[in-house]
């Protein structure tokens, strides 16, 4: 008789395995030597160990169901339990109960991740339903409002599914929100002729106010008020196409004519007033080249004074040259100006004491770090010495820049 530890051939050639239930018989070998019978059915439970681990390793290494996992087991538990092998069986077994613990887990995991997704699926739900709601309670906008409301139903269609009830109730309160936008677009539109037949009416009575101001030469008025029928005719709404195209040629027609009146006269009234352009002209540049080198701020504020004088003088301006003269010389106020202020916080002693404050801080700090340094270095610290090394840097940095300062006010 020939044996291993998990069983044995006889001298008949019958083949036995051992388990923890005894001896049972697996096969007859009568083909060759008994340690060829052994190596033939230990071959075989080699074969049933790859199946045990590969279903452990899919199991912790993929997604597998705990289902198909729980199928997977009871096949090879049977397998291993009717085996014709010869191995540690029992092995096999506890292995294989072990893997029922575990894919008992992965049921438990899966049923508490499908609770999960079908939670989010709602709230991804109730959202896509509660934008619905107001997008058919709301808006007004009806091209832009009905792609939205379309493109909610693709959301919808797209998001993964809730439980059964959850699903029948938000999809009622989907289907409510897009008929009840249907009904207002379908409303506000068959009230829409109605509207643009009262624009109508009113763009007909601004029309015929601005052609009785068509020939008005009262400039200044006139031009007010063809804007504010122009404001009018912008707020009253939209009349149908054909109407709104036939009104606006006579609105446009009766504001051309007076405008090009006006813009003549004027035209030949800013002619002569090429004079004045001239003058100020000449007195811009005076201005520009003295006022500069005035160092006294009080002595330029009165010589501006007197170019301020000058240039009133000289009377109004054309309107192409206006805005470039008019501000060109207030940027000569504004330089006079700003040398004005920085002269009095020249001279502000209040200012001055501020300065002479901060640089007496500063100096301050740079002596307490002095002492910083000096015991880091006698300790030998060189991170104490590089951090005082370096705040010491900076404050030189700012205490150069606050002597500046005070330095100016003085």
Same mark, same amino acid.
């Given at each position: 008789?020939?044996?291993?530890?998990?069983?044995?051939?006889?001298?008949?050639?019958?083949?036995?395995?051992?388990?923890?239930?005894?001896?049972?018989?697996?096969?007859?070998?009568?083909?060759?030597?008994?340690?060829?019978?052994?190596?033939?059915?230990?071959?075989?439970?080699?074969?049933?160990?790859? /199946?045990? /681990? !590969?279903?452990?390793?899919?199991?912790?290494?993929?997604?597998?169901?705990?289902?198909?996992?729980?199928?997977?087991?009871?096949?090879?538990?049977?397998?291993?339990?009717?085996?014709?092998?010869?191995?540690?069986?029992?092995?096999?077994?506890?292995?294989?109960?072990?893997?029922?613990?575990?894919? /008992?887990?992965? =049921?438990?995991?899966? #049923?508490?991740?499908?609770?999960?997704?079908?939670?989010?699926?709602?709230?991804?739900?109730?959202?896509?339903?509660?934008?619905?709601?107001?997008?058919?309670?709301?808006?007004?906008?009806?091209?832009?409002?009905?792609?939205?409301?379309?493109? !909610?139903?693709?959301?919808?269609?797209?998001?993964?599914?809730?439980?059964?009830?959850?699903?029948?109730?938000?999809?009622?309160?989907?289907?409510?929100?897009?008929?009840?936008?249907? #009904?207002?677009? =379908?409303?506000?539109?068959?009230?829409?002729?109605?509207?643009?037949?009262?624009?109508?009416?009113?763009?007909?009575?601004?029309?015929?106010?601005?052609?009785?101001?068509?020939?008005?030469?009262?400039?200044?008025?006139?031009?007010?008020?063809?804007?504010?029928?122009?404001?009018?005719?912008?707020?009253?709404?939209?009349?149908?196409?054909?109407?709104?195209?036939?009104?606006?040629?006579?609105?446009?027609?009766?504001?051309?004519?007076?405008?090009?009146?006006?813009?003549?006269?004027?035209?030949?009234?800013?002619?002569?007033?090429?004079?004045?352009?001239?003058?100020?002209?000449?007195?811009?540049?005076?201005?520009?080249?003295?006022?500069?080198?005035?160092?006294?701020?009080?002595?330029?504020?009165?010589?501006?004074?007197?170019?301020?004088?000058?240039?009133?003088?000289?009377?109004?301006?054309?309107?192409?040259?206006?805005?470039?003269?008019?501000?060109?010389?207030?940027?000569?106020?504004?330089?006079?100006?700003?040398?004005?202020?920085?002269?009095?916080?020249?001279?502000?002693?209040?200012?001055?004491?501020?300065?002479?404050?901060?640089?007496?801080? !500063?100096?301050?700090?740079?002596?307490?770090?002095?002492?910083?340094?000096?015991?880091?270095?006698?300790?030998?610290?060189?991170?104490?010495?590089?951090?005082?090394?370096?705040?010491?840097?900076?404050?030189?940095?700012?205490?150069?820049?606050?002597? =500046?300062?005070?330095?100016?006010?003085?």
């Amino acid at each position: 008789m020939t044996t291993d530890p998990w069983g044995r051939v006889d001298d008949d050639g019958t083949v036995y395995v051992r388990t923890s239930e005894g001896e049972r018989v697996v096969g007859s070998w009568q083909a060759g030597a008994p340690e060829e019978a052994l190596a033939f059915f230990r071959r075989k439970y080699d074969a049933l160990v790859t /199946e045990v /681990e !590969l279903l452990e390793k899919r199991l912790s290494t993929t997604d597998l169901s705990a289902g198909q996992a729980m199928s997977s087991i009871d096949k090879l538990r049977t397998a291993v339990r009717d085996a014709a092998a010869v191995g540690d069986l029992d092995a096999l077994m506890r292995r294989l109960d072990a893997l029922t613990e575990r894919a /008992e887990q992965r =049921k438990v995991e899966q #049923k508490q991740a499908q609770e999960q997704a079908r939670s989010e699926a709602r709230d991804v739900k109730e959202r896509i339903v509660a934008e619905a709601e107001r997008v058919a309670e709301e808006t007004t906008h009806w091209k832009s409002g009905g792609e939205r409301m379309r493109q !909610l139903i693709d959301e919808w269609k797209a998001a993964p599914r809730a439980d059964r009830g959850t699903e029948q109730a938000l999809w009622k309160r989907m289907s409510a929100a897009r008929n009840a936008f249907s #009904k207002r677009r =379908k409303a506000y539109f068959a009230g829409l002729d109605q509207q643009r037949e009262q624009v109508r009416e009113v763009k007909e009575e601004i029309v015929a106010e601005a052609e009785a101001l068509a020939d008005s030469t009262e400039w200044g008025p006139t031009s007010g008020r063809y804007r504010e029928l122009m404001q009018r005719w912008k707020a009253s709404g939209r009349a149908d196409r054909a109407s709104e195209d036939r009104l606006w040629a006579r609105f446009k027609a009766a504001q051309d004519t007076f405008f090009q009146a006006r813009n003549a006269v004027f035209a030949e009234r800013d002619a002569e007033l090429r004079v004045n352009a001239e003058a100020k002209e000449k007195i811009l540049e005076e201005a520009k080249s003295e006022l500069p080198g005035i160092a006294d701020p009080r002595e330029a504020r009165a010589r501006l004074r007197e170019y301020q004088e000058a240039w009133e003088e000289a009377g109004p301006l054309p309107r192409d040259s206006r805005d470039r003269l008019e501000g060109a010389f207030r940027k000569i106020e504004e330089e006079v100006r700003r040398a004005e202020d920085k002269e009095w916080r020249r001279t502000n002693p209040e200012a001055r004491a501020r300065a002479q404050a901060t640089v007496d801080q !500063l100096r301050g700090s740079l002596e307490e770090l002095q002492g910083r340094l000096d015991k880091a270095r006698a300790a030998g610290d060189d991170r104490r010495v590089r951090e005082a090394e370096e705040a010491m840097e900076a404050r030189r940095s700012w205490l150069e820049e606050a002597e =500046k300062a005070l330095n100016e006010m003085s």
